[in-house]
């Protein structure tokens, strides 16, 4: 079992920016990728990026150039930079990670934007 622990979220003005953090617990090694997926009301959740865990990165056409995503092994942290907010980002962030057999979630961490 991995545990999530996501932090970071809150009220920012368009232009703005904001760190989210994921911390991973439990069964780490199973891990094979982390990512951050967002659910705006009455949408789909979406992924927002996504790091592997040899670094390799993914991201949603609509943040790339403003969002980063890295990751601190040794903190088993995983770590979203937010640049340039729009109000069009405003979501519930949802911290994801993979292994071979299982999908885990946090519980989610609410990112709103004012225009």
């Known amino acids: 079992q991995v545990q999530l622990v996501e932090s970071g979220g809150g009220l920012v003005q368009a232009g703005g920016s904001l760190r989210l953090s994921c911390a991973a617990s439990g069964s780490i090694f199973s891990i094979n990728a982390m990512g951050w997926y967002r659910q705006a009301p009455g949408k789909q959740r979406e992924l927002v990026a996504a790091i592997t865990s040899g670094g390799s990165t993914n991201y949603a056409d609509s943040v790339k150039g403003r969002f980063t995503i890295s990751r601190d092994n040794a903190k088993n942290t995983v770590y979203l930079q937010m640049n340039s907010l729009r109000p069009e980002d405003t979501a519930v962030y949802y911290c994801?990670?993979?292994?071979?057999?299982?999908?885990?979630w946090g519980q989610g961490t609410q990112v709103t934007v004012s225009s």
């Open positions: 994801n990670a993979e292994s071979t057999r299982e999908v885990y």
